[in-house]
């Protein structure tokens, strides 16, 4: 009767241990994926907020840019016009001095 007393309790033991073995085990993996999330999550706010900030880097440095073009357009305009005027002013000068 002793030997099955002694055979039932390690029957037992196995059986819990077993059991204890098992619910670590699906315990581990719960956190083990519940970290992996966690750290995609962070990975990608962290890139979104990578974006978000080279996004507005880049969107101020293009409207910089799009007022100094549009000077330079003014200023290319104004030499226009002055050399046209000049072109007329040689072109009278040398009108005149064929008529003299």
Do not use: P, W
Not at 24 to 29: D, G, L, M, P, S
Not at 47 to 75: A, C, G, R
Request: no cysteine; net charge neutral; hydrophobic share 35%.
């Amino acid at each position: 009767m002793e030997f099955l007393t002694d055979i039932s309790s390690h029957i037992y033991a196995g059986i819990i241990g077993l059991i204890t073995y098992l619910a670590a085990t699906k315990q581990r993996k719960a956190e083990t994926e519940s970290l992996y999330l966690t750290n995609m999550n962070k990975g990608f706010s962290m890139y979104e907020k990578l974006l978000d900030d080279l996004k507005e880097k880049y969107d101020k440095e293009i409207s910089e840019m799009k007022v100094k073009l549009s000077k330079l357009n003014d200023q290319y305009s104004l030499i226009e016009t002055d050399n046209a005027n000049l072109r007329e002013k040689i072109q009278k000068l040398i009108k005149d001095k064929n008529a003299a």
